[in-house]
């Protein structure tokens, strides 16, 4: 079976500093695949790479057999990689409603052009994430953890195939978290999950496999029971045996 | 939220058009003369609510895309004999050139930034129209001649210096504006530009490409702002050089700051609020800018959303 995203040689500088160091990374569709490392070991800027935010100093990025190196982000969202910000940054004065029809009116572009049409795609993508008795509030009044829920249903809405999730459970209970990994769990049946996490538990559980990162590069990649023995990566996390 | 209340919304801006049309009977004279000013003006203040309101990019530089509907209809009658509705026509056209041309090089920039550059092409603009005074007739202006503001259409003639004539194009400019702001911002794409505005980062990120999107309100916001500045070459007579100046791209900013920036009525009543205030207070002293600007400081104290943008908060959350 063919990836459906490989990076080749994929790097980022930041003035001195190299955020993401010659990374050569795949992933299978249908995946879930988390991505952890310390704090500052590159993932949010790796993603941003594949998402288009911010531009490759060095490499090259291919999305479902074509190079998108040079695509501007909105390009790749319309050819199916989504992405969800780690800071929680929906549309505080527009309805719930409003802030998922915007995703939801450019899917049904080429589609039905019918007012129902899009209507329904929102109303979809409100029910899977459990917000649908809320879409007429202002998303500025939502609690967090459902914030962090429309981010969620924002990027559904955009039928994508690559779903990138930037840290979702951050700032969520207990029992909210839950919840989250059954949906992530009903997502990833028709789309492929990457997910960066902090959260162990969470980790553990959905990820298909996982990705280690340390200092811009690849530490480890594996199953989850693989990487939890591996002892590259938790000293890594814990730092070296005296 | 603008998905309800479509028929309410249809309703209360065709009950405004009918407003003033029973005015045109009913007003004095003098009233009357100045609602066709208000009227055109008005379609100014739209035309830059286009832009700021919904898409906030604060541009000091929309006198250039009056003006270049004012001098292209204005030189087009006057130093190519052109009739009036293809005088019209070449407002609007140099108004979608002038427009393009800015907005892709404005555009680069953002904020603070964008003010400036906008700022700067309308003085630049300005001093090209002081700089060719032989055709544009310089600081002096020009008067559109009486016989040349005929509109013929078959076998009649309408004559725009006839007061009523000229309040009911006026009229009329204004509703077609305002039905198709209207449109506009109920429609998918009023919604991208809002969306931009709140946060144009996501919206990228949502599959949107901003930077066309922009450009386009920029062309949208220019063509509206020429119009208006043709229909008042034609209807009052005067093409003159200080229509350009930066007073007249401050001006637009403070009438729907007044009236509310993203209401679709918000313009109108900024206008007609602004011009008011001068006409009855200047009746009284000669300080009257004095007493504008004691009511602009009240207004934003008590009503920083602007007039109708402080009733749409407060009690009528349905106006588009």
């Not at chain 1, 969202?77 to 780690?86: D, E, K, L, P, S």
């Not at chain 1, 990457?194 to 496999?209: F, G, W, Y």
């Not at chain 2, 003033?20 to 055109?40: K, Q, W």
Request: charged share 10%; net charge neutral; hydrophobic share 50%.
């Amino acid at each position: 079976m063919m990836p459906l995203l490989t990076t080749k040689g994929l790097s980022r500088d930041f003035g001195g500093l190299r955020a993401v160091d010659n990374v050569d990374f795949a992933l299978m569709p249908g995946e879930i695949r988390a991505v952890i490392g310390p704090n500052g070991a590159g993932k949010t800027t790796f993603v941003s790479l594949v998402s288009g935010r911010i531009q490759p100093s060095a490499g090259m990025i291919v999305f479902d057999g074509t190079d998108i190196t040079n695509l501007p982000a909105y390009v790749r969202v319309r050819q199916g990689i989504a992405y969800t910000f780690q800071i929680t940054s929906v549309y505080a004065n527009l309805s719930v409603y409003a802030n998922v029809a915007l995703p939801a009116q450019l899917t049904q572009r080429h589609g039905s052009h019918s007012k129902s049409a899009i209507q329904a795609a929102v109303m979809t993508a409100l029910e899977r994430t459990g917000l649908a008795d809320r879409a007429h509030m202002p998303a500025g009044q939502l609690s967090y953890g459902h914030q962090r829920l429309l981010e969620v249903a924002m990027g559904l809405a955009l039928k994508p195939r690559l779903l990138i999730l930037d840290e979702p459970t951050q700032g969520l209970a207990d029992s909210e978290i839950d919840n989250f990994i059954t949906l992530v769990r009903e997502i990833a049946k028709n789309a492929t999950v990457l997910l960066i996490e902090h959260n162990m538990p969470v980790v553990m559980q959905l990820a298909d496999r996982i990705t280690v990162f340390n200092a811009g590069r690849i530490l480890a990649e594996g199953t989850p029971e693989a990487i939890r023995d591996n002892a590259a990566v938790q000293e890594a996390y814990l730092g070296t045996a005296p | 939220m603008s998905e309800a209340s479509p028929a309410k919304a249809y309703a209360l801006h065709l009950g405004v058009i009918t407003l003033l049309f029973v005015l045109s009977f009913l007003l004095p004279d003098y009233y009357h003369g100045l609602l066709a000013r208000i009227m055109v003006l008005a379609v100014f203040a739209m035309g830059y609510n286009m832009l700021f309101g919904y898409v906030g990019l604060l541009s000091l530089g929309h006198a250039m895309f009056f003006a270049a509907g004012l001098y292209g209809a204005g030189l087009a009658v006057i130093q190519l004999g052109w009739s009036v509705p293809a005088a019209f026509a070449a407002g609007l056209g140099c108004g979608v050139v002038v427009s393009l041309v800015i907005g892709l090089l404005a555009l680069r920039t953002t904020g603070v930034a964008f003010m400036i550059v906008t700022m700067m092409f309308a003085q630049v603009f300005y001093l090209l129209i002081l700089y060719f005074a032989t055709w544009t007739g310089g600081d002096q202006g020009m008067v559109v001649p009486q016989p040349a503001r005929v509109l013929s259409l078959g076998a009649t003639s309408l004559e725009l210096t006839n007061p009523t004539v000229r309040y009911m194009t006026a009229l009329g400019l204004f509703s077609i504006v305002l039905l198709v702001t209207l449109a506009i911002v109920r429609s998918r794409y009023g919604r991208v530009l809002v969306a931009i505005r709140e946060n144009e980062e996501r919206t990228k990120m949502l599959g949107y490409d901003t930077f066309s999107n922009k450009l386009a309100a920029v062309v949208i916001s220019g063509i509206i702002c020429a119009a208006s500045g043709a229909a008042y070459a034609l209807l009052f007579g005067y093409v003159g050089s200080s229509f350009a100046s930066v007073q007249y791209s401050i001006l637009p900013l403070l009438w729907v700051l007044l009236g509310g920036a993203a209401t679709t009525l918000g313009p109108l009543i900024g206008t007609l609020f602004m011009y008011y205030v001068i006409d009855i207070t200047s009746g009284y002293t000669s300080a009257y800018l004095l007493i504008v600007g004691i009511a602009l400081i009240l207004l934003v104290l008590f009503f920083p959303k602007g007039i109708l943008g402080s009733i749409r908060q407060r009690w009528l959350g349905w106006l588009p």
